[in-house]
C-alpha cells in the first residue's frame, strides 16, 4: 500500500507560481511512473504532465514551458513546478503514481487557484 500527501497548493495571482509536492509514503514498493493531473469545475480530469523513472517528461499541450515535472527517487517524491499561472489553470491537482508492480494509487488532490 502506498499514501501519497499533496501540498503547495494555494491561491496565487495570474502570472505567479506555484510548486506542489507529492510525498509517498509506505513499504515494498518500487515507483515506475508518477504523474500530475488536474481537474476543474464541470470538466473531466486531465493529464498535466508526467515523468518515469529515467525522468523522460511529457506535458499537456496546455502547459508545455510554464510547467516542469521533478521527482527525487531517493525521497520518493514528485514536483510540479508552475510558472506563468493562469486563471485556466484553476483546478484540483492529484499526484498519481504506477508501481513497477502496476498498482496505481491517487493523492487526495490539492486546490490551484489562480485569480486577481
Known amino acids: 500500500q502506498v499514501q501519497l500527501v499533496e501540498s503547495g497548493g494555494g491561491l496565487v495571482q495570474p502570472g505567479g507560481s506555484l510548486r506542489l509536492s507529492c510525498a509517498a509514503s509506505g513499504s515494498g514498493f518500487s515507483i515506475n511512473v508518477v504523474s500530475w493531473h488536474r481537474q476543474a469545475p464541470g470538466k473531466q480530469r486531465e493529464l498535466v504532465a508526467a515523468?518515469?523513472?529515467?525522468?523522460?517528461?511529457t506535458y499537456a499541450d496546455s502547459v508545455k514551458g510554464r510547467f516542469t515535472i521533478s521527482r527525487d527517487n531517493a525521497k520518493n517524491t514528485v514536483y510540479l513546478q508552475m510558472n506563468s499561472l493562469k486563471p485556466e489553470d484553476t483546478a484540483v491537482y492529484y499526484c498519481n503514481v504506477l508501481t513497477f508492480s502496476a498498482y496505481m494509487y491517487w493523492g487526495q488532490g490539492t486546490q490551484v487557484t489562480v485569480s486577481s
Open positions: 515523468i518515469s523513472r529515467g525522468e523522460s517528461a
